[in-house]
């Protein structure tokens, strides 16, 4: 059975780093577009970081740009987020997924929340404090 799982979350104080892990079973992650979503108690989801096949490119979310970046390892199967410089309000639970064929650019998969994504992971809780 396809799914993704995400792992690397836990407390870490302001100002530290953590990298998120999404591994992918069942399917293959070349050529799936890929996210990677947050969403704090009393809020909507958004979109952190996305990036479609082929765009040549990757949207952060503003509030991230410069401390946060995406990786691939294809023979793990398995992307990552690099997370840096972390801030209180990065605390959330952070998603990631996929989906193929998705005709949508890397900004609105991300402001969409991830439409048209397929695959999902259950998240993994980032909380940042001191």
């Known amino acids: 059975q396809a799914h993704l799982v995400e792992s690397g979350g836990g407390l870490v104080q302001p100002g530290g780093s953590l990298r998120l892990s999404c591994a992918a079973s069942?399917?293959?992650?070349?050529?799936?577009?890929i996210g990677w979503f947050r969403q704090a108690p009393g809020k909507e989801r958004e979109g952190v970081l996305c990036?479609?096949?082929?765009?040549?490119?990757?949207f952060y979310h503003d509030s991230v740009k410069g401390r946060f970046t995406i990786s691939r390892d294809t023979a793990k199967n398995t992307v990552y987020l690099q997370m840096n410089s972390l801030k209180p309000e990065d605390t959330a639970t952070y998603y990631c997924?996929?989906?193929?064929?998705?005709?949508?650019?890397?900004?609105?998969?991300?402001?969409?929340?991830?439409?048209?994504?397929?695959?999902w992971g259950k998240g993994t809780l980032v909380t940042v404090s001191s």
């Open positions: 069942g399917f293959t992650l070349d050529n799936y577009a």
């Open positions: 990036v479609n096949v082929n765009s040549g490119s990757i």
């Open positions: 997924a996929a989906g193929v064929g998705i005709p949508y650019s890397n900004t609105y998969l991300c402001h969409s929340g991830g439409s048209g994504m397929r695959y």
